[in-house]
């Protein structure tokens, strides 16, 4: 695709369940992160990846959530036991990651997760 | 760990002003330093960035300066137009294991007045 593409752009669940979020990077774009951002203010870290290894989890929040990249592409990220406060817009961008210089992120349309 | 620091929180000008946003970062290791558009209801979108290499760095009415020593930086607008009316980002980003993670600042909401 032309961008980075969020699968789904809405979601609404119940406090308890589980919810996955997808990212599909841009082809050919080594680096994916995701970043949590609330109302008004700026994206947040939470975790990124280099090709399939997960190289940074430092922003995940809580052992309820994991992500995964396991073909280097396509990633997801997984929530546990969805809390109220976990209601946030999810967006994930990509890079090309050219080695150590760091290139142009470019972001996803998000998904707005509601728990209910 | 990083932290940017980004002023005012809001900002609003008569179109054709000048804008400035400035931003502060902790991490001395730092050497990227993007700025982010988002409109309402958008994807955050890159405007500019600049490398700790170099002080200023311009693209049209947009410009951005770096100054090292204090840790801060600016994005200046000139001749604001009313499709800038937006909320601005600035972030920081590389250090030892220069990931390209970013750290951003709070966001500034801007208003052009036509």
């Known amino acids: 695709g032309a961008g980075v593409s969020q699968s789904p752009r809405y979601k609404v669940t119940k406090r308890g369940q589980d919810v996955a979020l997808r990212c599909d990077p841009i082809s050919g774009h080594v680096s994916l992160y995701w970043y949590r951002q609330a109302l008004g203010q700026g994206p947040e870290f939470l975790t990124y990846?280099?090709?399939?290894?997960?190289?940074?989890k430092s922003g995940l929040p809580n052992d309820r959530f994991s992500a995964e990249r396991p073909e280097g592409s396509i990633s997801t990220l997984t929530i546990q036991r969805t809390e109220q406060r976990d209601s946030a817009m999810y967006r994930c961008?990509?890079?090309?990651?050219?080695?150590?210089?760091?290139?142009?992120?470019?972001f996803g349309q998000g998904t707005r997760l509601t728990v209910v | 760990g990083e932290n940017v620091e980004q002023h005012p929180s809001t900002l609003s000008v008569q179109e054709g002003d000048s804008a400035v946003i400035k931003c502060t970062y902790s991490?001395?290791?730092?050497?990227?330093f993007p700025w982010y558009k988002q409109e309402l209801g958008k994807r955050p979108q890159l405007i500019i960035d600049i490398r700790s290499n170099v002080g200023e760095k311009k693209d049209q009415r947009i410009a951005v300066t770096l100054n090292k020593t204090a840790k801060h930086f600016s994005l200046h607008i000139t001749e604001t137009q009313p499709e800038d009316s937006a909320v601005y980002f600035c972030?920081?980003?590389?250090?030892?294991?220069?990931?390209?993670?970013?750290?951003f600042g709070q966001g500034t909401t801007l208003q052009v007045k036509p």
């Open positions: 991490d001395s290791a730092s050497n990227y």
């Open positions: 972030a920081a980003s590389g250090g030892p294991s220069n990931t390209g993670k970013l750290i």
């Open positions: 990846f280099n090709y399939e290894a997960q190289q940074d």
């Open positions: 961008a990509s890079s090309l990651g050219e080695g150590q210089r760091i290139t142009e992120a470019f």
